[in-house]
């Protein structure tokens, strides 16, 4: 089908035509996705004061990729808001680098 005569139909067709597109997506990134969740479970019940110490420290000793901090973060509404700068920075931590790395980091935070 010519791409071009999706615009000479109706808005509600098109939306049904693009609607019963199915792209499957590769089992890595949802192996990666349950291990994100695992890890989050894992940490849960640490503080998050004590985890942003000790994801410091691991970096001082342990050679893992630091997440670039956002733009956002040093804007006047997220520079008081001290908790959920903790909880994006772990986030970001644990999304930025590979499962192997992950796992690494949650046994370290753990242990």
């Given amino acids: ?6 615009y000479f139909l109706p808005d509600d067709i098109v939306d049904l035509i ?18 994100f969740k695992i890890a989050k479970d894992r940490i849960n ?3 998050e004061n004590i ?11 342990y050679n893992i990729t630091v997440p ?10 997220f520079i008081n808001d001290y908790i959920n700068n903790r909880k994006l920075m772990i986030n970001l931590y644990l999304a930025k ?12 935070l753990t242990s």
């Fill in 1 to 6: 089908m010519n791409l071009i005569l999706l």
């Fill in 18 to 35: 693009y609607s019963k597109v199915y792209y499957t997506q590769p089992k890595e990134l949802l192996q990666d996705i349950r291990n």
């Fill in 51 to 61: 985890l942003a110490n000790n994801l410091f420290q691991i970096n001082k000793y």
């Fill in 97 to 108: 680098n590979d499962i192997n790395t992950r796992n690494k980091i949650v046994y370290l």
């Fill in 45 to 47: 019940y640490l503080s």
């Fill in 68 to 77: 670039k901090i956002p733009s956002y973060i040093f804007n006047n509404k």
